[in-house]
């Protein structure tokens, strides 16, 4: 019933004419690992996961008109939706259109707003028992054979649905998947070509990621599948491979992202304690439309406490920074993007600057900066949003501190981004490209400057506003019969509340924005 409510709605918009140009296709520079639009700017993205683990397989927030709007309004480009296979497909070869059609109501609506969607084929821990929900179908673990220890063998009990990963029957059905018994890898690449074949048409939908947090296999049988190295290319890779050339039967331009054993990323070394990736997804010719995606959780939640030392030192100077720069150190190997698509299990209160949260979110988004790196965060409240109470209201200290200003589109090469949410001075640096005719856009948001923004700029900027949406600022170079000739030095844009003095700054103000 809530589907077709929001299919009457989509129509009655639709048949008013209130709707907007469709999103540019974007690629990735196979060598500089930049997302870029049909322009030739460098994107970059900011947004939120949206999964629900269960029946009705879509999460209600996506149908509330209200919640879409203030995504847009909080500047979020990107949502990580869940693609469900057991919504998709509940019984073996039967698709469900009804779904399928809500899905493509969701990416039209949020593509509308100008929210890039990433189709996520979401599990954990495959199907019940071994988990709460089916990520994958139970007609297909059905068809496997038993394995050679009942669940939850080696342990006695499970407590939690992550411990399932280590019990053989978890680990043997994940193998069976990968060994393409019974054709289940087929089957897998099959749902997929279907799902690729009806989103093909949309430029909303960023990309197709083919399976989150995969496990190793059987590590009771091979031990060494513990080694993500070796887990990534006798296992992840090959079904990475059969799926991705499937979709590309269908479509050609659309991202694939990847995501190899959740620690073969933390390492950038080859062997085995890498990804054991040797190639993107379908190999070389798709490094252009391969993304590889990863995750970051360290930190334990600590119910609203300080950061212990230990940990944040342990979180903050050691795994995350290796973390990051281990991803970068992958990329110059396999080529593609990289994209941060879940962090989280920390709620930040801005108002609340040294709770472990907010340290522990702090870090995350601020590293994502200085690498330049797009992201979405897991939504972790159950039913409710990552963003809003139950009620429905927006939580401002929590979403001040996902809401930033950020560069969405750059005319050129970003070579630094940076914001810091308790002064909220945003600096960027790039070598501009003066063939590229959009502008650079900037995001401001209006939660962070209640009394206005100053916005200042290198010599050879100019800028503007859209006067529609002032929160957005858009950038670009003067014109003049020697454009080259002013770009001897790398461009600046630095954005500061209006209360804030500017005489510390060597930029001059280009404009000063009032609500």
């Known amino acids: 019933m809530a589907g077709m409510r929001f299919f009457l709605a989509l129509c009655c918009l639709l048949s008013t004419g209130v709707f907007v140009s469709a999103l540019s296709r974007v690629h990735v520079h196979p060598d500089r690992h930049w997302f870029m639009d049909d322009t030739g700017r460098v994107r970059i993205f900011h947004g939120v996961n949206m999964v629900q683990k269960g029946y009705p397989w879509y999460p209600a927030q996506m149908l509330n008109q209200s919640q879409l709007d203030e995504l847009q309004s909080w500047g979020f480009n990107s949502v990580r939706l869940g693609m469900m296979w057991t919504g998709t497909e509940p019984q073996e070869g039967r698709y469900n259109h009804t779904y399928i059609s809500i899905i493509r109501n969701i990416t039209t609506e949020l593509g509308r707003r100008g929210i890039y969607v990433i189709l996520d084929m979401h599990q954990d821990a495959l199907v019940r028992p071994f988990t709460f929900y089916d990520g994958v179908p139970p007609w297909l673990v059905q068809s496997f054979p038993p394995p050679d220890h009942p669940y939850p063998w080696p342990l006695e009990n499970i407590t939690s649905w992550q411990y399932a990963y280590v019990t053989q029957a978890c680990s043997h059905a994940f193998q069976c998947l990968y060994d393409n ?162 962090f989280g299990t920390c709620s930040p209160n801005t108002s609340q600057p040294d709770l472990s949260d907010t340290v522990e979110c702090g870090f995350v988004l601020r590293e994502a900066d200085r690498f330049l790196q797009s992201w979405t965060y897991w939504d972790t409240f159950k039913g409710t949003g990552a963003f809003w109470d139950r009620s429905g209201r927006a939580i401002p200290e929590r979403i001040s501190m996902f809401v930033r200003t950020y560069a969405r589109a750059v005319a050129g090469i970003p070579t630094a981004m940076t914001f810091d949410v308790v002064t909220r001075r945003f600096h960027l640096t790039f070598d501009p490209d003066p063939s590229i005719k959009e502008p650079t856009e900037i995001f401001v948001p209006r939660i962070h400057y209640e009394k206005g923004y100053t916005v200042m700029v290198s010599s050879e900027l100019k800028c503007d506003i859209d006067e529609k949406d002032r929160s957005l600022l858009y950038v670009t170079l003067k014109e003049t019969n020697n454009v080259r000739a002013l770009l001897t030095n790398t461009s600046t844009i630095t954005v500061v509340p209006s209360s804030d003095s500017v005489n510390d700054i060597e930029e001059a103000v280009c404009l000063k924005v009032n609500w």
């Open 181 to 342: 018994y019974k054709g289940a890898a087929e089957k897998m690449a099959s749902f997929w070509k279907f799902v690729a074949s009806e989103f093909s048409n949309q430029t909303s939908v960023l990309g197709y990621e083919l399976l989150n947090e995969p496990w190793v296999g059987d590590w009771t049988r091979d031990p060494e599948l513990l080694l993500p190295g070796h887990a990534g290319k006798v296992n992840l890779s090959p079904l990475h491979d059969r799926v991705s050339l499937a979709i590309r039967t269908v479509d050609e331009e659309t991202l694939i992202f990847y995501e190899p054993v959740t620690w073969g990323y933390i390492f950038s070394e080859d062997g085995v304690f890498g990804s054991g990736y040797e190639h993107v997804p379908g190999g070389k010719a798709f490094q252009n439309r391969s993304v590889f995606s990863y995750h970051y959780y360290c930190s334990l939640y600590h119910g609203g406490q300080p950061y212990p030392e230990y940990e944040r030192v342990a979180c903050d100077q050691i795994v995350g920074p290796k973390l990051f720069s281990a991803v970068q150190e992958d990329l110059k190997v396999l080529g593609g993007g990289a994209f941060l698509t879940e």
